[in-house]
């Protein structure tokens, strides 16, 4: 019985901490932009940074289903991309490829960044010299395809052998 109530405990803990509104959150970003705006006499890196966290923000906080449109979706993986471009010092550039015929179609919420994640932080990164990220997003058919890459360290072909038998 004691374990229930330490577990019932530790959950309205959880559901307290959970509801930090998100307008908090883009408040507090707008009066850090403000003020490095007021500081530096005009935009600079840090209020786009800024920007573009909020905006990264809005989409992960935005409860509406897990469906986006696409030009929601690639809104929030351009704004990841230009936030690692600078967490890494400019180590790569992006090029997008994108099919407007497609932007109003829905995706599955999130879908992109941790594939954005992998390119910079398995590719890119470990590459140690200036490369490229590209991203595409089109329809063939019926569907819609989105293609991140990168001309980083690329896999190792042990490991590429084992996923493709895995799959």
Known sequence: FEKAVMQINSLRETVLESQIKPHFLYNTLEVINLEAYALSGGNNVVTKMILALSDLLKLS??????????????????????????????????????????????????????????????????????????????????????????????IKPDILENLQNQL
Do not use: M
């Open 61 to 154: 906080f935005k409860k509406t289903g897990k469906l986006v449109k696409v030009s929601e979706e690639l809104e929030h993986v351009k704004q990841y991309i230009y936030l690692n471009s600078i967490k890494y010092e400019n180590c790569f550039e992006t090029i997008w490829d994108i099919d407007d015929s497609i932007l109003e179609y829905s995706t599955t919420k999130l879908i992109l960044q941790p594939i954005a994640e992998n390119a910079i932080i398995h590719g890119v990164v470990p590459a140690k010299r200036f490369c490229t990220i590209s991203v595409k997003a089109y329809s063939s058919g019926n569907n819609i395809l989105f293609e991140i890459s990168d001309n980083g360290v690329g």
